[in-house]
């Protein structure tokens, strides 16, 4: 299983950014998948978690009314569609995800490298 991000970039204030996750493994499962940030000198922090048919969604507070969470199952990629951004919006953003293997039934937790996420003021 692998997870690539990409989108991520440098945005002034007020703009916008789409992230995607692009997840591989064609044997495998996903769940709950979700968005990640880790700024510097900072823990690594949740921002959006998306259910298995996109049925729930929960946000954090500080992203609430300008971040959404999507997913295509077909294409089995996950979205964040960054809206509104502001300055302590900057982070690496990584992509995870939680499902197991149909075959075995063996469940994973996999991460993506990180996409760089730069918003000034």
């Known amino acids: 299983v692998q997870l690539v991000e990409s989108g991520g970039g440098l945005v002034q204030a007020g703009n916008s950014l789409r992230l995607s996750c692009a997840a591989s493994g064609s044997t495998f499962r996903f769940n709950t998948m979700g968005w990640y940030r880790q700024a510097p000198g900072k823990q690594r922090e949740l921002v959006a978690v998306?259910?298995?048919?996109?049925?729930?969604?929960n946000y954090a507070d500080s992203v609430k009314g300008r971040f959404i969470i999507s997913r295509d199952n077909a294409k089995n990629t996950m979205y964040l569609q960054m809206n509104s951004l502001k300055p302590e919006d900057t982070a690496v953003y990584y992509c995870n995800a939680q499902g197991f293997e149909v075959k075995t039934f063996i469940i994973g937790d996999y991460w993506g490298q990180g996409t760089q996420v730069t918003v000034s003021s």
């Open positions: 998306i259910t298995s048919r996109g049925g729930s969604t």
